[in-house]
């Protein structure tokens, strides 16, 4: 059984970093896409970021995170990490990160991603 599961969410000022970690269980994921999306109180669930499968290292982000935030895996820990910094108030939502559904893709859309974890809460006050 797939799972995954985030950590690393919390309440944090603008201008702060955090760093969100997802880890799978199951299988492994090395030729997968792995993404993070994220959804705010009464708006709709957004893509963030992607990474491609381990031998390409290929990386896509969302115009509104670009030069902010950076995605990384640990493919030896079936993990997948999400660095934001200069969080803004606009940045508070739940954080969800995500697996491909077939491999050596790069979806950017959450229609392309077939195992979700609970996600995280990250609050950033102004």
């Known amino acids: 059984q797939v799972q995954l599961v985030e950590s690393g969410g919390g309440l944090v000022q603008a201008g702060d970093s955090l760093r969100l970690s997802c880890a799978a269980s199951?299988?492994?994921?090395?030729?997968?896409?792995m993404g993070w999306f994220r959804q705010a109180p009464g708006k709709e669930r957004e893509f963030v970021a992607a990474?491609?499968?381990?031998?390409?290292?290929?990386?896509y982000y969302a115009d509104s995170v670009k030069g902010r935030f950076t995605i990384s895996r640990d493919n030896a820990k079936n993990t997948v990490y999400l660095r934001m910094n200069s969080l803004k108030p606009e940045d508070t939502a739940v954080y969800y990160c995500?697996?491909?559904?077939?491999?050596?893709?790069?979806?950017?859309?959450?229609?392309?991603?077939?195992?979700w974890g609970q996600g995280t809460q990250v609050t950033v006050s102004s």
């Open positions: 995500a697996i491909a559904s077939t491999p050596y893709g790069l979806p950017t859309h959450g229609g392309g991603y077939a195992y």
């Open positions: 199951g299988r492994t994921f090395s030729t997968y896409a």
């Open positions: 990474i491609s499968w381990s031998g390409a290292g290929v990386t």
